[in-house]
């Protein structure tokens, strides 16, 4: 099984396979892009697995590839039916609720149905997992969408949260519900709030995950269209960071329960696109249109909650998690045989990490007018070691090494205030 798993990732497990033998753990979602690995990453580790998935939800690859593990026991069920819930859920020591019937994009058309099938379903499980007795439930939350436009850069947990979209605001509900749940009846819980998590195994057609679809467009050939001009920045994380990050939250004594997990730093779209042109070793055709009012312009998580509590950190920086990714499709998917070293090796890029400059994020919110009411202070220390990338922006993408920090507001940070601080 280490050997399978391997081929799947940098995933070395904090915890050894005989401290979990004999724990039985249900991942809700388990045939999901996230799911999926983390089954296959669980069974390595040495717990039992049951898996909870829609009837008919194709396997990814990682889980797959499991075969007939013993240790792994599928399950096909409904997440909004309660009995099938029950019965997935006995007989657990953990839950990891890993199951959206939403994504953020589309949440605002039908709110209603965002809150009775993730949020109430979400609270009957919690209902199920201490009639249960599971002794841990941990939650996939989005760092993307519940701090809503950043008033601070990196974003820390006890930042305010002001979700844009429903899947924000029912994340953060049931964020809530566990808390309640918590001080009420005891149940233990670990939130992490992902940022844009990218691997193998992700689907390249897909109405998310803009690296996995930039990366599928540009093994078909086809123009990658663009929501405004490139310039929003988001903190991408290879999925091998994510499994050993949520595994790590199943058992890891915290003194904290909501945790951020990203790589703590910023990429904007056309620095993804330069990194995909740069592995593949090929131009990509991009179309840039209208922004969208729903993307916040930036997001980087603070991670260091997670550093210290988890002992967590990622151990890949986005070039190499993307060689690793577009390496992995030449069998699966496309047929066409990508070297991913020396295609970035030929094309000479660094691994450096591109930032909008704060003065041209200002030029960049028009499709969010609170981002754009506030003016920004730069602190921090920016580097141009990777000035041809840059350069090919014409000066509106910096590269950057070490920690900056975007303050927003005049002049001062405003002091966190959102509901979680503490
Ligand atoms: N992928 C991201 O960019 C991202 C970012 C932040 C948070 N998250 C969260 O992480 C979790 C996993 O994300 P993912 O990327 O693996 O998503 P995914 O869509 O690949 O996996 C979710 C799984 O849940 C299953 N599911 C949906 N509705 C169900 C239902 N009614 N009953 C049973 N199963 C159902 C789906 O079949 C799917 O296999 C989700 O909660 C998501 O909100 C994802």
């Given at each position: 099984m280490s050997g399978l798993f391997m081929a799947w990732g940098n995933c070395g497990f904090g915890m050894g396979t005989s401290a979990n033998s004999g724990k039985t753990c249900l991942v809700l979602g388990g045939r999901g892009f996230i799911g999926s690995h983390l089954v296959t990453a669980l069974a390595a580790a040495g717990w039992r697995v049951r898996s909870f998935d829609r009837p008919g939800t194709s396997a990814l690859a990682p889980f797959a590839a499991l075969g007939l593990d013993p240790r792994v026991e599928v399950l096909d069920g409904d997440f909004t039916c309660q009995d099938q819930v029950a019965r997935a859920v006995e007989g657990c020591d953990v839950c990891f609720h890993l199951v959206s019937t939403t994504l953020p994009k589309s949440s605002n058309d039908n709110p209603a149905f965002d809150v009775e099938s993730n949020l109430v379903s979400s609270i009957r499980l919690l209902q199920l997992a201490k009639a249960a007795g599971v002794r841990r439930v941990v939650f996939l939350s989005s760092g993307g969408t519940v701090y809503g436009t950043p008033r601070l850069l990196p974003i820390p947990e006890t930042h305010a949260?002001?979700?844009?979209?429903?899947?924000?605001?029912?994340?953060?509900?049931?964020?809530?519900?566990?808390?309640?749940?918590?001080?009420?009846?005891?149940?233990?819980?670990?939130?992490?709030?992902?940022?844009?998590?990218?691997?193998?195994?992700?689907?390249?057609?897909?109405?998310?995950?803009?690296?996995?679809?930039?990366?599928?467009?540009?093994?078909?050939?086809?123009?990658?269209?663009?929501?405004?001009?490139?310039?929003?920045?988001?903190?991408?994380?290879?999925?091998?960071?994510?499994?050993?990050?949520?595994?790590?939250?199943?058992?890891?004594?915290?003194?904290?329960?909501?945790?951020?997990?990203?790589?703590?730093?910023?990429?904007?779209?056309?620095?993804?696109?330069?990194?995909?042109?740069?592995?593949?070793?090929?131009?990509?055709?991009?179309?840039?249109?209208?922004?969208?009012?729903?993307?916040?312009?930036?997001?980087?998580?603070?991670?260091?909650?997670?550093?210290?509590?988890?002992?967590?950190?990622?151990?890949?920086?986005?070039?190499?998690?993307?060689?690793?990714?577009?390496?992995?499709?030449?069998?699966?998917?496309?047929?066409?045989?990508?070297?991913?070293?020396?295609?970035?090796?030929?094309?000479?890029?660094?691994?450096?990490?591109?930032?909008?400059?704060?003065?041209?994020?200002?030029?960049?919110?028009?499709?969010?007018?609170?981002?754009?009411?506030?003016?920004?202070?730069?602190?921090g220390r920016i580097t141009a070691s990777s000035r041809p990338l840059a350069a090919r922006h014409e000066g509106r993408i910096w590269s950057v090494h070490s920690w900056v920090r975007f303050l927003i507001g005049p002049h001062r940070p405003r002091s966190s205030n959102g509901p979680e601080s503490g």
């Open positions: 949260t002001e979700p844009q979209c429903s899947y924000g605001i029912v994340k953060l509900a049931i964020e809530k519900y566990l808390e309640l749940f918590r001080k009420l009846h005891g149940l233990d819980y670990v939130v992490l709030r992902l940022s844009n998590p990218f691997g193998e195994g992700q689907r390249l057609q897909a109405s998310q995950g803009a690296v996995a679809v930039f990366l599928g467009k540009a093994l078909r050939g086809e123009t990658i269209e663009i929501w405004g001009d490139g310039t929003v920045v988001r903190d991408y994380v290879h999925i091998s960071d994510v499994v050993e990050a949520i595994t790590r939250a199943a058992t890891a004594d915290v003194q904290s329960r909501i945790f951020n997990i990203g790589s703590g730093e910023g990429i904007a779209l056309n620095g993804v696109l330069d990194g995909i042109e740069h592995v593949l070793g090929q131009k990509t055709r991009r179309v840039y249109l209208e922004a969208r009012s729903f993307d916040v312009p930036v997001n980087i998580l603070d991670i260091g909650r997670a550093q210290r509590e988890l002992g967590w950190s990622p151990q890949l920086n986005f070039l190499e998690g993307l060689k690793r990714f577009a390496a992995s499709l030449d069998v699966n998917v496309c047929g066409c045989r990508v070297d991913a070293d020396r295609s970035a090796h030929r094309a000479g890029f660094s691994a450096g990490l591109s930032h909008r400059n704060p003065e041209e994020w200002s030029k960049g919110t028009e499709g969010n007018p609170e981002a754009a009411a506030h003016p920004f202070e730069l602190r």
